[in-house]
């Protein structure tokens, strides 16, 4: 367990460590295992973000040619699928001089190109790599010895748990990945679902797509399956990170974006909100009692919208006084305009001009607004079936 915590929303939060750190603790144990022939229950290593972690060992087997020893993963106070899950490593002697790095059961397999390790190999990404590498060639340092080792990461737990994770989706197949930069679980991380949505959009550039669908939900998902049977499953959800996205839409040089958005969502980045989280800001109700004043609405009108629960209910009175259609193009026109000068906030790496394009709608009301070439962009991924999305 970690003694180290972090402060968020008013809550004091443990940090935990990644599959990373257990795959390279459990190796670092399993090489000192083998070479002086002692047993160990517990190992110290230090990870990148420069905090030292002590860790027990457990599952122990040891003979003249191999060792072998898991670390339980604690995620801390973060919510992880793979809390508690065990990572083994097996290390045993091979010819040659080198340090061989594989992945065994329950580790996924790399499919599709455009991920960070090249198909065929085990998603045992570069910073756990690394972090093997280095406590496995420190401990045959200390031990004096020259010769080769394999070293095997597995997790038999990986295989179910891998199906709670975006691996099938990214083209992993058959079990987890090891990953983390750090080395520590930060609770409650946003970094790790942009690095997710990064991940994703770097693999449909690699397999040649120029356009993007993107939506920040299954509200969107599902809207675009029910309104233009568009299958989005092999596309990219932004979640709330739509700012995020698009700097990471401009850095790898796509050219084309459409965003299918539920007025919740998307009503906030018409105020320039591009972190839709309830937790960054909530201008839902101020943001359309604006847009019905520049419609033409009365006070009384505005009144009413910012006393609203939900946007379904300020939409009803803006459908009354029937302004719904003039508001609706006055916060698509907004939203536009706050997506465009996201994508040109960083022109010193943009290769060519990002087309951007929206719709907006509502589960009650449907298509509330839609940009100009959004209607056709459609029609194109439907005739092309080139589908990028959620």
């Not at 003249?64 to 106070?77: H, I, L, M, S």
């Amino acid at each position: 367990m970690i003694d180290e915590y972090i402060y968020k929303n008013h809550k004091k939060l443990r940090y935990g460590y990644t599959t990373g750190t257990c795959a390279a603790a459990a190796a670092k144990a399993a090489t000192r295992m083998l070479l002086t022939g002692q047993r160990l229950s517990s190992v110290c290593i230090d990870t990148p973000k420069g905090i030292s972690v002590t860790l027990s060992l457990s599952d122990i087997a040891l003979n003249n040619t191999t060792a072998v020893c898991a670390v339980q993963k604690d995620a801390g106070d973060d919510a992880d699928c793979t809390d508690k899950i065990r990572i083994y490593a097996t290390v045993r002697y091979c010819a040659g001089d080198e340090i061989v790095i594989e992945g065994g059961t329950g580790i996924g397999r790399v499919t599709r190109t455009g991920l960070e390790q090249p198909v065929g190999s085990a998603a045992i990404n570069s910073v756990p790599r690394a972090m093997i590498q280095k406590e496995v060639l420190f401990e045959l340092a200390a031990a004096g010895y020259e010769g080769g080792l394999e070293v095997v990461i597995s997790a038999p737990e990986g295989v179910e748990i891998a199906k709670k994770t975006f691996n099938p989706r990214l083209g992993i197949e058959g079990g987890i990945s090891i990953l983390g930069t750090s080395g520590i679980v930060e609770p409650m991380s946003e970094r790790a679902i942009v690095d997710t949505i990064r991940l994703e959009l770097r693999q449909r550039k690699a397999l040649g797509y120029e356009t993007l669908l993107l939506t920040p939900g299954n509200y969107g998902q599902k809207f675009a399956l029910e309104t233009w049977g568009l299958d989005l499953d092999a596309g990219v959800k932004c979640s709330n990170f739509i700012g995020e996205t698009l700097d990471i839409v401009l850095e790898l040089g796509f050219s084309r974006v459409l965003l299918i958005g539920h007025i919740g969502k998307l009503i906030k980045v018409a105020a320039g909100v591009m972190n839709t989280h309830s937790n960054m800001a909530d201008a839902r109700l101020e943001t359309l009692s604006a847009c019905a004043l520049l419609a033409g609405a009365d006070a009384d009108t505005a009144r009413g919208i910012l006393n609203c629960t939900t946007t379904d209910d300020a939409l009803q009175i803006l459908t009354d006084c029937r302004l719904l259609e003039a508001a609706m193009k006055i916060a698509m026109e907004k939203i536009l305009a706050h997506m465009r000068r996201r994508v040109g906030a960083v022109q010193e790496i943009q290769v060519q001009a990002i087309q951007i394009d929206a719709v907006l709608f509502s589960n009650v009301h449907g298509v509330l607004a839609m940009s100009e070439n959004a209607e056709a962009f459609i029609r194109q991924i439907i005739l092309k079936r080139t589908v990028f999305s959620e």
